[in-house]
């Protein structure tokens, strides 16, 4: 299994960006997949995640509002939708696969990708 992130860049507060997470070699439409970041000094953080069924969707309350998960089975990708971004955003964003999925916390999961640079400043 190998995640690939990506979509990631500069971008000023208040914008928005797009991250995909793809795989090679297995098709993820019935696995729950969970977007993470992690920031310099700090753990890694559970952001948002997906249930394999698509029934339960759960946000960090510090993004509930401003960022949106979604599925595209035809793809084979996850995507995080960030907008509205502020300079705490600023981390490197991860996927991972086979987590627990509540609608206020992703935990459980791994199989991370290489992770994709989100830079928010002026």
């Known amino acids: 299994l190998q995640l690939v992130e990506s979509g990631g860049g500069l971008v000023q507060p208040g914008g928005s960006l797009r991250l995909s997470c793809t795989a090679s070699?297995?098709?993820?439409?019935?696995?729950?997949i969970g977007w993470f970041r992690q920031a310099p000094g700090k753990e890694r953080e559970g952001v948002s995640c997906?249930?394999?069924?698509?029934?339960?969707?759960g946000y960090v309350d510090s993004v509930k509002g401003r960022f949106t998960i979604s599925r595209d089975n035809a793809k084979n990708t996850v995507y995080l939708q960030m907008n509205s971004l502020k300079p705490e955003d600023t981390a490197v964003y991860y996927c991972?696969?086979?987590?627990?999925?509540?609608?206020?916390?992703?935990?459980?999961?791994?199989?991370w990708g290489q992770g994709t640079r989100v830079t928010v400043s002026s």
């Open positions: 991972g696969v086979h987590g627990v999925v509540t609608t206020n916390r992703c935990h459980g999961f791994g199989s």
């Open positions: 070699r297995i098709t993820l439409d019935h696995y729950a």
């Open positions: 997906i249930s394999g069924n698509d029934e339960i969707i």
